[in-house]
């Protein structure tokens, strides 16, 4: 059985690993999708040109079995057949041996369209030009949520004060392209790529085929943060079908360009807060409405509605409250899932949203959000008691402390016209990641399965469908057995996931690896160690049952939304150009509970590459939609990101927090780290300019849009007098304005 990183990432470090488009396969052809070029219409007609030998073309008549990818909903066609919905679209797959001659085919494929009026925005999508892409409303999902009586609330405010919030797509620059290479092997068609979950990869192919002979390998993996949980099914469905016909290897993979052009985003999305606030500066009731654009098939849509409704009021204490979400259909790539899964957008809103409140009333925004955070008495928005022990204040004062917050903050209050050319600013975000699927799906649909296989010789092998791509779990899964067992990591191994090996854990997403499939291993482990007989061969399997305090109806949105919560504080600090809008990040400190961490170096890494994912979303990251329905960003030179010149050293620290339900303690982290950044960001952004900023990603032509609407600035001596007295927990008046 081959294992994988028995030294740690040591080929990935020395290029000696074999990523898909690196290996090797006899009589391999090469395969390239036929797309659709109009956004929305009808197929009237098709030529295909005539293929020379050896050469193929497949489209929805050759599926044997369902033309979908089985995403959740069953609405997002493995072959375009009668419509076409998004620029991009997979229509055909042409195969043959010469990329080349490949190319010209495709080039002489001549497709007629009846087109109709595309929709690329919410309220484009809301307005039904030439009708619904989708039902009679274009929404593919909805969910609302209550806590306590809204009206009530709002019957006790003395101010309301309205916002709406927003943020934009974000693009995965994952290192390595989409590729898939499939195969017939032993009566099966194998695919082995670049993916998170390999049996989702296994179940589409299956449903293509109608049948069960198929297997999915996770090949290296170079990078996926999400966009290659469900994309891999585009590939994979289409390629099966092929390989099955031909009893040849197929190889696709995508060029830069095509990856941007046609892969999964995350969702751009508006929230609308309407917010009561009583006579003694307290929040009394919140009303939040919000929409996302899903793209043109509902995808993971839902769920990343779900996560975003079921945390919408991020760690703060509210007592009456109403969410409402949409997810719209437009004529887009689908979006997708995307570290973070919603709560990016959500902890930016909210995050920013909570910021503007304390200052239109004139409150310290540090001391406003510590007023309002959520306490052990709390219920949650779902209304669950708070499980396990709640530490905010405490990260708050440690992230504070790092960044000298309050000193700086006070001291960038004060810039003045003296200080023309560039000012500094400080922000802070807290923020929380539900750990796991939303509400009961890890007991009811998924229940994942682990094995540990102990051979004769002593050594252990630990059989899970979870991968690594990139965040470092084939460590962090050997260390939890090794350390339960008492045991050399050199004497656990890993298999390759495999799902013609190893058992359905679920797949890599939502911050469970570690909470859920973990914890089982650890379980497994202990029951292991206890049977452990030298010299004989042994096999332990175990099956995740959520814990008995966990409790969700899933009919009223009530109870445990999550297995667990994680918790982050960021802070950053910027100098910002005032003549370009340019921001540089000058500091950025960050603090997190997540439980116990399982190795705090392969944890700093994650904190690292989130923060600064989440700092390119909040400041740099521009994707937009042109009016032909493409993206205008088409490479890695005109869709920025940061690069190490952009980032200062990062100060991280993290509070020691214990979950009983995770392996020794440990709780989810990976989603979590890109939760904070973005808002942090923009607030230290707004303390350098005096202006307020809503929406990401804060561009400098964002910031200087927001400088020219800035009116008579106030003098120093109103600022020094605004800022006095401010300090963690006094409620002292303050306008950073």
Same mark, same amino acid.
Not at 344 to 363: D, R, S, W
Not at 513 to 530: D, F, P, R, W
Not at 618 to 636: H, N, P, W, Y
């Given at each position: ?36 070029? %109009? ?6 007609? &098709? ?114 004060? $309205?916002?709406?919030?927003?943020? *934009?797509?974000? $693009? ?5 392209? +989409? ?8 009566? /099966? ?36 943060? @999400? ?56 929040? &009394? ?63 930016? %809103? ?37 499980? *396990? ?25 004060? +810039? ?74 050199? $004497?656990?191994?890993?298999? &390759?996931?495999?799902?013609?090996? #190893? ?34 061969? +042994? ?6 049952? /959520? ?120 709780? @989810? ?6 939760? @904070?950044?973005?808002?942090?960001? #923009?607030a230290a952004v707004e303390n350098a300019i005096g202006v307020p900023l809503s929406s990401i990603p804060a561009t400098p032509e964002k910031v200087c849009e927001a400088l020219a609407r800035r009116s008579d600035e106030p003098s120093a001596q109103q600022r020094e007098g605004q800022v006095k007295g401010s300090g963690p927990g006094n409620g002292a008046p303050i306008d950073e304005d």
């Amino acid at each position: 059985m081959d294992t994988v990183n028995t030294h740690f990432k040591w080929e990935e470090a020395t290029g000696a690993a074999k990523y898909i488009a690196d290996r090797h396969y006899e009589g391999l052809l090469e395969g390239r999708f036929y797309r659709s070029s %109009c956004p929305r219409g009808r197929i009237k007609s &098709v030529t295909l040109p005539t293929l020379p030998d050896g050469y193929h073309i497949f489209g929805a008549d050759d599926v044997p079995g369902q033309n979908v990818l089985p995403i959740v909903e069953i609405d997002w066609p493995a072959f375009a057949d009668q419509e076409v919905r998004f620029v991009g679209q997979v229509i055909y797959l042409v195969v043959g041996p010469d990329p080349d001659v490949v190319d010209e085919l495709l080039n002489e494929i001549d497709v007629e369209y009846a087109p109709l009026e595309p929709a690329y925005t919410i309220e484009q999508s809301k307005a039904l030009k030439d009708g619904a892409i989708h039902a009679d409303d274009n929404v593919l999902d909805t969910h609302m949520l209550h806590k306590g009586d809204i009206e009530a609330g709002f019957a006790q405010a003395a101010t309301i004060i $309205e916002e709406t919030c927003s943020t *934009g797509y974000q $693009e995965h620059i994952y290192l390595e392209t +989409q590729g898939a290479v499939c195969y017939p092997q032993d009566g /099966k068609v194998v695919l082995e790529g670049s993916m998170q979950c390999p049996w989702y990869v296994h179940h589409t192919m299956a449903v293509v085929l109608g049948h069960d002979n198929v297997r999915a390998i996770q090949c290296p993996t170079g990078g996926g943060f @999400g966009g290659k949980e469900d994309f891999p099914d585009v590939l994979a469905a289409p390629l099966a079908v092929a390989v099955e016909k031909l009893q040849q290897p197929i190889r696709l993979i995508f060029e830069r360009g095509e990856d941007i052009a046609t892969t999964s985003k995350r969702h751009p999305v508006t929230f609308h807060y309407k917010t009561g606030v009583d006579a003694d500066g307290k929040i &009394v009731a919140m009303d939040i409405k919000f929409d996302v654009n899903a793209g043109a098939y509902l995808s993971l849509s839902g769920i990343v509605l779900q996560r975003s409704i079921t945390t919408a009021t991020n760690v703060y204490d509210i007592p009456n409250v109403r969410v409402e979400g949409h997810a719209w259909a437009t004529n887009t790539v689908p979006t997708g899932a995307f570290r973070g899964f919603g709560s990016p957008q959500n902890c930016f %809103c909210m995050e920013t949203h909570i910021h503007h409140v304390a200052k239109q009333l004139g409150a310290d925004p540090v001391a406003f959000k510590q007023r309002h955070f959520l306490t052990a008495e709390s219920h949650s928005l779902t209304g669950a008691e708070i499980f *396990g022990d709640l530490v905010l204040d405490e990260m708050l004062h440690k992230v504070l402390d790092m960044s000298d917050y309050h000193r700086k903050f006070n001291e960038y209050t004060r +810039q003045d016209g003296s200080q023309p050319e560039r000012r500094k600013g400080i922000g802070l975000a807290i923020f929380q990641h539900g750990c796991g699927f939303a509400g009961d799906l890890e007991d009811t649909l998924v229940r994942a399965k682990v094995k540990l296989l102990k051979g004769s010789d002593g050594n252990v092998q630990i059989l899970a469908s979870n991968t690594d791509i990139g965040q470092g779990l084939s460590l962090t899964f050997r260390k939890i057995v090794a350390d339960t067992l008492d045991k050399p990591l050199e $004497e656990i191994q890993l298999a &390759v996931p495999d799902t013609g090996i #190893v058992p359905d854990s679920g797949p890599t997403v939502a911050s469970r690896s570690i909470l859920i499939v973990g914890y089982i291993l650890e379980k497994a482990a202990k029951k292991l160690k206890k049977s452990w007989v030298e010299g004989e061969d +042994q096999e332990i399997t175990e099956v995740y049952c /959520k814990p008995d305090y966990h409790q969700w109806d899933q009919n009223t949105y009530q109870g445990n939304a999550y297995q667990a919560t994680s918790y982050g504080a960021n802070v950053v600090e910027v100098e910002v150009d005032m003549a370009t809008g340019e921001a540089d990040i000058t500091g950025a400190w960050a603090v997190y509970d997540i439980g116990r961490a399982i190795d705090s170096t392969i944890f700093r890494g994650q904190i690292e590459g989130g923060l600064v994912q989440a700092l390119g979303y909040g400041s740099c990251e521009k994707l937009e939609i042109t009016q032909d329905g493409v993206f205008a960003q088409r490479s890695m030179a005109d869709y920025v990101i940061p690069t190490a010149l952009d980032v200062p050293a990062i100060g991280s620290d993290l509070v020691d927090n214990p979950y009983p339900y995770g392996p020794n303690g440990a709780k @989810g982290g990976g989603e979590l780290t890109h939760n @904070g950044g973005a808002a942090a960001f #923009v607030a230290a952004v707004e303390n350098a300019i005096g202006v307020p900023l809503s929406s990401i990603p804060a561009t400098p032509e964002k910031v200087c849009e927001a400088l020219a609407r800035r009116s008579d600035e106030p003098s120093a001596q109103q600022r020094e007098g605004q800022v006095k007295g401010s300090g963690p927990g006094n409620g002292a008046p303050i306008d950073e304005d």
